[in-house]
């Protein structure tokens, strides 16, 4: 159910990420986040396209990781933040984390391949699901509006594409 | 003290497939994160000094990823950039699979008998109606050719989609002196790869003219520089 892939540039690690609905201890999950204490990104599945999408996220995080070149405190918040369209840090947090009144959450964990953590989702008050159903939760609308996409650009490739692109242009945009 | 750790991709396109080296970049094809993909490899000129070469590569991959951006933004087909190193200057974007030149087209539609003109018109017609689109953008590509435009082909029946691809010399500019320049160095590589294909060029500069909101100025502006070229006449 939860979706391990590699990293080409780094093969020695592995993202591994886990899907949760009908979530009811969000705001509790929120703050363990927040004081550090969760190995793994949480992030609002809402905003999720794909799972392809975090991994994007997720390559650039371990990469500027590994350069010393991050723009955030910790890898974990450095996914949520290469996640959004913009360079506001506080924006990435509030429209890509988990907020209190979430009912979902996906949970990102980048370890090594031989290592696998479980110990996460005993922590969610939730029912786990295949990682592949984030397309039924994402809001496409919303995204559409966060990301600034054109209708043009809808017909030159998918949402995913288009959402895709900008995660990975920001820096020069 | 900060490591530097930046290896990760010069280690990954050491094992990668090369796909093709040109003057400026070495193109592999590698799997990215599941997906096929293309990374173009900007690599040190050692002719230059090095100070300039760093800030000159550094400014092309800058100018590739904005421009295929924008190009998107304005629905004009552009390989999707999945991520970019700023300290290899490689560009990992999307491989345009089942995709083939405008120019390995063009040869091989002038090659077969059946309905050629008519297919070559209608190509003409749709890369005049993407290039009005682009310089209506303001994005000036820099380096048209046939080998720089690719058809996607869609299944069965739809339409190929025409795809634009290196973007490295490209840069925003509303100047129609630079839009006329862009359409210049199609028209010069095309009539050079293609033989006698003059009115067939002539076609798509009409189609550029009716697509484009400004083209009167841009093709003026043309007419300007190719009195300009080499080997002219200086008179009058």
Redesign the interface.
């Known amino acids: 159910m939860h979706l391990t ?1 590699k ?4 093969p020695d690690q592995r993202v591994t990420q886990t899907l949760f609905k009908e979530v009811k201890n969000a705001a509790e999950l929120r703050q363990s986040a927040v004081e550090g204490k969760i190995n793994g990104a949480l992030i609002n599945p809402t905003m999720l396209v794909d799972p ?1 999408q975090v ?2 996220a997720a ?2 995080a371990v ?1 500027f990781q ?3 070149k991050m723009k955030t405190r910790s890898l974990y918040s450095e996914i949520i933040f290469n996640l959004s369209p913009t360079n506001n840090i506080s924006e990435a947090f509030k429209r890509f984390g988990i907020s209190d009144a979430d009912d979902s959450v996906m949970i990102v964990v980048v370890h090594d391949k031989n290592e696998t953590q479980q110990d996460i989702a005993a922590k969610v008050d939730g029912r786990q699901v295949p990682v592949e159903d984030v397309s039924s939760l994402s809001d496409p609308a919303k995204i559409k509006k966060l990301y600034k996409i ?1 209708p ?2 809808e ?3 998918t949402l995913l ?2 959402v ?3 995660m ?2 920001k ?3 | 003290m ?5 290896m ?2 010069p ?2 396109l050491s094992k990668a497939e090369l796909m093709k080296q040109g003057a400026e970049a070495r193109v592999y094809r ?6 096929p993909a293309i990374v173009k490899e900007r690599f040190p000129k050692r002719y230059r000094h090095p100070v300039l070469d760093e800030k000159l590569t550094h400014r092309r991959a ?1 100018q590739e ?2 421009s ?2 924008r190009c ?7 390989p ?8 290899s200057n490689c560009i ?1 974007m ?1 491989e345009i699979l089942g995709s083939s030149t405008v120019r390995d087209y063009i040869t091989s539609t002038q090659q077969s008998d059946s309905c050629q003109e008519q297919k070559l018109e209608q190509l003409a017609q749709r890369v005049g109606q993407v290039l009005a689109k682009m310089h209506d953008e303001d994005v000036i590509h820099g380096d048209l050719t046939t080998s720089n435009l690719l058809l996607r082909h869609g299944q069965e029946d739809k339409v190929s ?1 025409l795809v634009l691809i290196d973007f490295g010399l490209s840069y925003i500019s509303a100047l129609p002196e630079d839009k006329g320049v862009d359409l210049y160095v199609l028209e010069k590589a095309f009539l050079s790869t293609h033989p006698n294909t003059e009115a067939l060029f002539q076609k798509l500069l009409k189609s550029y003219t009716v697509s484009s909101k400004k083209s009167s100025a841009v093709i003026k502006k043309l007419d300007e520089v190719r009195l300009r070229g080499r080997k002219r006449s200086m008179v009058g």
């Open positions: 892939q990293l080409e540039l780094f392809f991994m994007v390559n650039k990469h590994k350069t010393g054109t043009q650009e017909k030159c490739g594409d288009a895709v692109c900008r990975a242009t820096d020069v945009m | 900060v490591l530097n750790h930046s990760a991709v280690e990954l590698v799997q990215f994160l599941g997906k800058v990823v904005r295929i951006l998107r933004r304005a629905g004009i087909s552009a999707v950039v999945y991520f970019v190193d700023y300290t990992f999307e989609d």
